[in-house]
């Protein structure tokens, strides 16, 4: 019965999330096969054609392969490391690890590449500059334009979440099986390759192959260090297509992101795969259990210090750089004439520019609505998926969960021929539209753990006494839920604020935001108004992921 009730909102749910997610695609397919963003019916094959024996292709292909399987690699090695200091040693100060995680939410990615451009540029960087003069070199040591740059810059993006995803396998791997190895005789390379690794390998495979899937979407770095240093991967090549000339040929770019979207869909499935695939590894069971502590002895501060560097590089480094840029009128190393030359003048710029106004007016708007609609419509997926419990509802679950697989830049194309031919059309609200599409995992994840830990007997006790659907989830669910509400909203507007690759496509004069004008005002090398704006974004991003996580303390009461 209760099934059969909630039928009108699991088919609109279908029908809605199912726009969002699956609407943009089939769209993208169609244009792929279309003339024009204004002829869609008119179907051909000469944009696979144009777009296939481009010559530019392979090499662009090339440069991707090398560019996801560096940055995977440095950012899985790296973060299985931390993981393993922090959870399985006696390294001091790990409580400094809790912050790791979330730093991505503070600093967006924009922000973090146009700091290190203005340390490692090889024409006038600073720490380059400072280097030269020290050892009276003719060459700049460091080259951030570079194929080792961008593995650099983004291997450092994703270190929080690779470390993020090793550290329960590092909680849940008892080093008793180790220990039973080397009293046996085993050497510690063989106790590594016959017991540590097959237990570890899951997780490792999981994390390379989520590494993979974040650098095959990653378009900040690769637009700001490798367009200029031009070294092309496939988004930057789609960017190139619609954003280069007089006509951007957006057939073109559906024709080439298909291929983006087909692996990352395909990676996905993977990952999800390695992630069940881990159970069958599982050598920990009871509640009582207390992973082994290695002592490091003399080892502990330099092991730390090690560990510190990465923090250093991830916050520490950008956040000092871009504070000092913002009051300098250009680029220059520490001295007593650089900070006799400081002022205000960047931001003050920055904070009269109408265009910069209007970005930020637009950021807030879509922050603050459009995390609401967003939140709003994840409530109710989330109810459908936790309570309703039927093929219905676990259809919607993977409709609501498809859109972790796409790249922002080829969904953004996507959107594009989605809304070319409605009202929303290079307007705020398409903006908004295609946020809420891109971004609903985000909403729908925390809701639907927050919705499991709400017993169905007290939405049936309001059942019985003659309460509406409607006034049952206003009056009992919603206020248990409240924390982990406002909690995901925070974080989804956070994610709003901060978002690019999306952006970048759909935004048009009249819908800028801020992201897409600080990668203007970079690419015009106006660093010191960059980490200006670049600063107040932060500032907005670091309170909002603040509240969030001070929000979460009511959460974690309420599961116990």
Same mark, same amino acid.
Request: charged share 10%; proline share 5%; net charge positive.
């Given at each position: 019965m ?7 909102l ?10 969002l ?15 024009g ?14 777009? !296939? ?48 995680p ?12 146009a ?16 280097l ?10 460091f ?32 080093t ?10 085993a ?19 999981a ?17 700001m260090?490798?367009m ?5 991967v ?14 951007p ?39 009582g ?18 560990s ?6 991830l ?14 009128? !250009? ?35 879509l922050?603050?609505?459009g995390?609401?609609?967003t ?9 459908v ?27 953004g194309?996507g ?17 908004l ?8 995992? !985000? ?14 007997e ?12 409607l ?13 982990g ?13 901060r ?15 801020l ?5 203007k ?27 969030a ?12």
């Amino acid at each position: 019965m209760a099934k059969r009730r909630n039928f009108p909102l699991t088919a609109l749910l279908i029908i809605l999330v199912g726009a969002l997610t699956v609407g943009p695609v089939l769209m993208l397919i169609i244009g792929s096969f279309s003339e024009g963003i204004g002829t869609v019916g008119k179907f051909t094959l000469e944009k696979y054609k144009s777009a !296939y024996s481009d010559p530019t292709l392979m090499k662009t292909l090339s440069n991707t392969l090398i560019f996801t399987l560096g940055t995977a690699s440095f950012s899985t090695i790296l973060g299985a490391l931390l993981a393993y200091l922090n959870v399985r040693t006696n390294m001091p100060f790990k409580g400094l690890f809790r912050i790791l995680p979330i730093v991505p939410m503070m600093i967006p990615h924009v922000l973090f590449t146009a700091a290190w451009i203005t340390l490692l540029n090889p024409t006038n960087g600073m720490f380059n500059v400072f280097l030269q003069n020290l050892f009276g070199l003719a060459k700049a040591p460091f080259n951030i334009y570079s194929l080792g740059g961008m593995v650099f810059l983004e291997g450092m993006l994703d270190l929080p979440v690779t470390y993020l995803v090793m550290s329960p396998a590092m909680h849940s791997f008892d080093t008793m099986l180790e220990e039973a190895s080397r009293v046996s005789g085993a050497s510690n390379a063989h106790t590594l390759r016959k017991i540590t690794l097959p237990i570890l390998k899951p997780s490792l495979l999981a994390t390379f192959t989520l590494a993979i899937i974040r650098s095959l979407a990653a378009f900040a770095v690769p637009s700001m260090v490798g367009m200029p240093g031009r070294i092309h991967v496939l988004t930057t090549h789609v960017y190139r297509i619609i954003s280069v000339g007089w006509s951007p040929d957006y057939g073109k770019a559906a024709a080439i992101g298909l291929i983006v979207l087909a692996a990352a869909i395909t990676l996905v499935y993977f990952y999800r795969h390695l992630i069940s695939e881990g159970s069958q590894y599982v050598t920990v069971t009871g509640k009582g259990y207390r992973p082994t502590i290695i002592e490091l002895g003399r080892a502990r501060y330099p092991v730390f210090a090690f560990s510190g560097l990465f923090f250093a590089f991830l916050v520490i480094i950008p956040l000092a750089t871009l504070v000092y840029m913002s009051f300098l009128p !250009y680029s220059m190393v520490p001295s007593a004439r650089a900070f006799s030359m400081m002022n205000l003048r960047n931001w003050k710029t920055v904070l009269s520019n109408l265009i910069i106004l209007r970005a930020f007016k637009n950021s807030a708007f879509l922050a603050v609505f459009g995390a609401t609609i967003t939140i709003l419509l994840s409530i109710f997926v989330a109810y459908v998926i936790v309570k309703i419990k039927s093929k219905s509802s676990a259809f919607i679950e993977s409709l609501s969960f498809l859109s972790f697989s796409f790249p922002g830049m080829i969904i953004g194309v996507g959107f594009m021929w989605f809304l070319v031919r409605t009202p929303l059309y290079a307007t705020i609200w398409g903006l908004l539209v295609a946020y809420a599409g891109t971004y609903l995992p !985000y909403g729908v994840r925390p809701l639907r753990s927050a919705f499991m830990q709400i017993d169905e007997e007290l939405e049936e006790s309001a059942r019985v006494f003659g309460a509406s659907f409607l006034r049952a989830l206003r009056d009992i669910v919603i206020p248990l839920l409240a924390p982990g509400v406002i909690s995901a909203w925070i974080l989804t507007a956070c994610m709003f604020i901060r978002e690019l690759s999306v952006s970048v496509v759909l935004s048009r004069p009249g819908t800028e935001v801020l992201t897409v004008e600080i990668m203007k005002l970079a690419n015009d090398g106006l660093w010191g108004q960059v980490a200006a704006l670049g600063l107040i974004m932060i500032a907005l991003s670091t309170s909002l992921v603040i509240a969030a996580n001070l929000l979460r303390v009511p959460l974690s009461h309420a599961e116990s």
